[in-house]
Nanobody
Framework: QVQLVESGGGLVQAGGSLRLSCAAS????????FAWYRQAPGKQRNLVAT???????TYTDSAKGRFTISRDNDKNTLYLQMNNLKPEDTAVYYC?????????WGQGTQVTVSS
């Protein structure tokens, strides 16, 4: 089992940047695939980016060119660097870990982008 704790959210003006972190407990961090999701008020939770255990990355169209997902296996931490933020990026951002058939979620961190 793994526990995930997100941090790094906050209020930022449009065009600004934030880096989200997701600290994971456990000793087998390297084997997990990770993802960032986000959920805006009144909307469903949507995928933002993924990174596999081997470091392969995927992005949704909304994140391409602006967001970068990365992982530091030595620090058991997942990151999401977000640049050129837009008001429509406002949401609660969640990290998720997957290993086999098991999925784990963090509690989320709020990102608010003002225009």
């Amino acid at each position: 089992q793994v526990q995930l704790v997100e941090s790094g959210g906050g209020l930022v003006q449009a065009g600004g940047s934030l880096r989200l972190s997701c600290a994971a407990s456990g000793s087998i961090f390297n084997f997990y695939s990770f993802a960032w999701y986000r959920q805006a008020p009144g909307k469903q939770r949507n995928l933002v980016a993924t990174i596999s255990s081997t470091g392969r990355k995927t992005y949704t169209d909304s994140a391409k060119g602006r967001f970068t997902i990365s992982r530091d296996n030595d620090k058991n931490t997942l990151y999401l660097q977000m640049n050129n933020l837009k008001p429509e990026d406002t949401a609660v951002y969640y990290c998720a870990a997957s290993l086999g058939l098991r999925d784990y979620w963090g509690q989320g961190t709020q990102v608010t982008v003002s225009s």
